[in-house]
């Protein structure tokens, strides 16, 4: 169990509004990850961060933005919220005993429903 | 760029028949990582294994099997006797980052129905 948690885990909004996705670590892990679930599409990598204040740009980086201020938090900004949002929002961090061993384990995802 | 297919969208099989889900991958990197992935209907990723592409060693657990072969680029996940808690969509994903932020590229996925 990596100890990831997401909240909410479900959301409906309106077209335009600014939304807010936490996700929340208890076991200090440096590096964390935000990816969002289509079908047809797998999950795809929306942004990601290395440490605290340290975030870069994935694969559909377009529309979002994040900030990490604590190690355990990463958050996730729509800041107007558009139809083609409407997704499963997933949470990963990545964790290794031994180098070459990094491996991701995913939160429980967030639901988001944008009308 | 990377990219992994997952040719099948969907399978649908009678319990205890043994299936394969095929993943085929590209990169230009000459090391990297391949994953497996379960997602079963509660929405769940689970972690299922990690190949270092360094390691062509196939693997066995109980009854899932995974097949490495470098020559032709594929990464295929076998399921011997397959039972109805198997039924899940099934992702195969690619890092070519083994140390650091490791941004993982998913297939799109394949739906697997164990039928009673």
């Known amino acids: 169990d990596a100890g990831i948690t997401q909240s909410p885990r479900h959301k409906v909004t309106e077209t335009g509004t600014p939304v807010t996705l936490r996700c929340h670590q208890t076991?200090?892990?440096?590096?964390m990850y935000w990816y969002r679930q289509d079908p047809g599409h797998g999950l795809r990598l929306i942004h990601y961060?290395?440490?605290?204040?340290?975030?870069d740009k994935g694969e559909v980086s377009d529309g979002y933005s994040v900030s990490r201020s604590k190690t355990e938090d990463f958050l996730l900004t729509l800041e107007s919220a558009t139809s083609s949002q409407t997704s499963v929002y997933f949470c990963?961090?990545?964790?290794?005993?031994?180098?070459?061993?990094?491996?991701?384990?995913f939160g429980p995802g967030t639901r988001l429903l944008v009308l | 760029a990377q990219k992994v297919t997952q040719a099948q969208t969907e399978i649908s099989v009678v319990e205890k028949e043994d299936v394969t889900l095929d993943c085929v991958y590209e990169?230009?990197?000459?090391?990297?990582?391949l994953f497996w992935y379960k997602q079963p209907p509660s929405g769940e990723l689970v972690f299922l294994i990690r190949?270092?592409?360094?390691?062509?060693q196939n693997e066995i657990s109980g009854r899932y099997s995974w097949n490495f072969q470098k020559s032709t680029s594929s990464f295929n996940f076998t399921i011997t006797a397959s039972q109805v808690v198997d039924s899940a969509v099934y992702f195969c994903?690619?890092?070519?980052?083994?140390?650091?932020?490791?941004?993982?590229?998913f297939g799109q996925g394949t739906r697997l129905t164990i039928n009673p």
């Open positions: 076991e200090n892990h440096r590096y």
């Open positions: 961060s290395y440490g605290v204040k340290d975030t």
């Open positions: 994903a690619l890092s070519d980052t083994l140390q650091g932020a490791q941004k993982l590229v």
């Open positions: 990963a961090i990545s964790e290794s005993s031994t180098i070459y061993q990094e491996t991701q384990y």
């Open positions: 990169t230009r990197d000459t090391t990297y990582y």
């Open positions: 190949r270092n592409s360094f390691d062509e």
